[in-house]
């Protein structure tokens, strides 16, 4: 849906659901995850529907995705990091596949 118009400055290496992804030092979690094929980020606990960061300041709730293992993280406020594990979250926190 989205994409850099420049190159990484300073690349960082993540893992997105397993697969390998490259982002740039700085930028949150968020907006690594809006430039992806499937840019979603959870699937809502009633009726599963695929839902997306929205407002980019931490107040719908809307990019929550388990990060290194805690469920219900706020992507828009997380930087990313070198091998930061990513999980698109499925359902209630603690469900994830």
Request: glycine residues 12%; aromatic residues 6%; neutral net charge.
């Amino acid at each position: 849906m989205f994409r850099k118009l420049l190159e990484p400055v300073a690349p960082v290496t993540l893992h997105v659901d397993g697969a390998l992804v490259t982002a740039e030092a700085g930028e949150t979690v968020a907006a690594m995850m809006l430039r992806q094929d499937e840019f979603w980020t959870r699937q809502s606990p009633i009726g599963g529907g695929r839902r997306a960061p929205y407002c980019m300041m931490g107040v719908c709730f809307e990019c929550l995705a388990e990060v290194d293992g805690q469920g219900s993280t706020q992507t828009c406020l997380t930087v990313v990091r070198d091998g930061m594990q990513v999980r698109r979250q499925r359902g209630r926190p603690g469900f994830s596949e």
